[in-house]
């Protein structure tokens, strides 16, 4: 069962898939055929969900792929990232940097390299593309977070919880500095 579609703001042809049962697929010919990826990924687990998928603002063929295996009692995160339509995977975040499972991932659509995480506890922020991680504390609770989106007129992180709120991180521009 496909959980989460991203096609490219960058190529009408290119369109990311994941599936329940651990497979990340990829188009570059607007649905004519696609290819199964996942094989590059190294340490997840066989069948870890596939919770989010993030094409990449900035590279056509560029993704990010969270996987999610907390029903079977595995709480490590596991955020991968492609440049080149999953030919390669390199892992930006494992337990050293995020505490707890991670749901989805959101890149800033102006510098390339600050990332948002939203995670069973709570937001994390990377400002050089996932080599250094840093818990979100001003402001936002230690609670779900499973849904990000960042407002492209008035540049607001909007962060939707499971259960405490919708927060609104008032203007990132200052972020895109660091």
């Known amino acids: 069962t496909i959980l ?7 190529s009408q042809d290119v369109v990311w898939v994941g599936t329940d049962d651990g497979r ?3 188009t570059s010919a607007g649905g004519g055929q696609w290819y199964d ?27 990010f792929a969270v996987f999610d295996d907390h029903r079977r009692g595995n709480w490590e995160p596991y955020i991968y990232r492609t440049d080149d339509y999953g030919d390669d995977w390199d ?3 494992d337990a050293d940097d995020i505490d707890g499972f991670v749901h989805t991932l959101e890149q800033d659509p102006h ?36 849904s990000l989106v960042i407002h492209p007129r008035d540049h607001d992180l909007v962060i939707g919880t499971h ?15 660091l």
Request: aromatic letters at 10%; a neutral charge; zero cysteines.
């Open 24 to 26: 990340v697929q990829v």
């Open 163 to 177: 259960g405490r709120a919708i927060y609104v991180l008032d203007d990132i521009r200052p972020l895109r500095e």
């Open 91 to 93: 892992r930006i975040a």
């Open 111 to 146: 510098a390339e390299n600050l990332l948002f995480a939203g995670t069973e506890f709570g937001l994390y922020v990377t400002f050089n593309g996932g080599d250094d991680w840093l818990k979100w504390t001003h402001g936002i609770p230690s609670v779900p977070v499973r």
């Open 37 to 63: 990826v996942t094989g590059g990924m190294g340490r997840v687990p066989d069948s870890t969900w596939v919770a989010h998928i993030e094409a990449s603002k900035f590279r056509v063929g560029g993704a």
């Open 4 to 10: 989460t579609i991203a096609p490219s703001a960058l």
